[in-house]
């Protein structure tokens, strides 16, 4: 099972960027897909991006769309969330995780081998 480790993370103000990284351990990482998510206090987690195996498909959340894109590097086992023009709603914790199940990649449920997170706060 492949094992994640987020980084990236940090106190920026609105408007500055930020690159989180994944970083993935396991033979078998450029088989799957991958999603980033985030979770606000007190709140469920939400999808946030989604990138295929091989890279060339990806998907975003409207409240992030023309902001934030994702990529990989599979040679690197490592996949990154590049969040340009950041907000005070972008404040989370986020995640990376694998998609093993079919259905929507919108949905947490679908993912598995969550990492532990990285803090992104974001002050106005």
């Known amino acids: 099972q492949v094992q994640l480790v987020e980084s990236g993370g940090g106190l920026v103000q609105a408007g500055d960027s930020l690159r989180l990284s994944c970083a993935a351990s396991?033979?078998?990482?450029?088989?799957?897909?991958m999603g980033w998510f985030r979770q606000a206090p007190g709140k469920e987690r939400e999808f946030v991006s989604f990138?295929?195996?091989?890279?060339?498909?990806?998907n975003y959340a409207d409240s992030v769309k023309g902001r934030f894109t994702i990529s990989r590097d599979n040679a690197k086992k490592t996949v990154y969330l590049q969040m340009n023009s950041l907000k005070p709603e972008d404040t989370a914790v986020y995640y990376c995780?694998?998609?093993?199940?079919?259905?929507?990649?919108?949905?947490?449920?679908?993912?598995?081998?969550w990492g532990q997170g990285t803090q992104v706060t974001v002050s106005s």
């Open positions: 995780a694998v998609r093993y199940y079919g259905g929507s990649y919108y949905s947490p449920a679908n993912f598995g081998s």
């Open positions: 990138i295929s195996s091989s890279g060339g498909s990806t």
């Open positions: 396991g033979r078998t990482f450029s088989s799957y897909a």
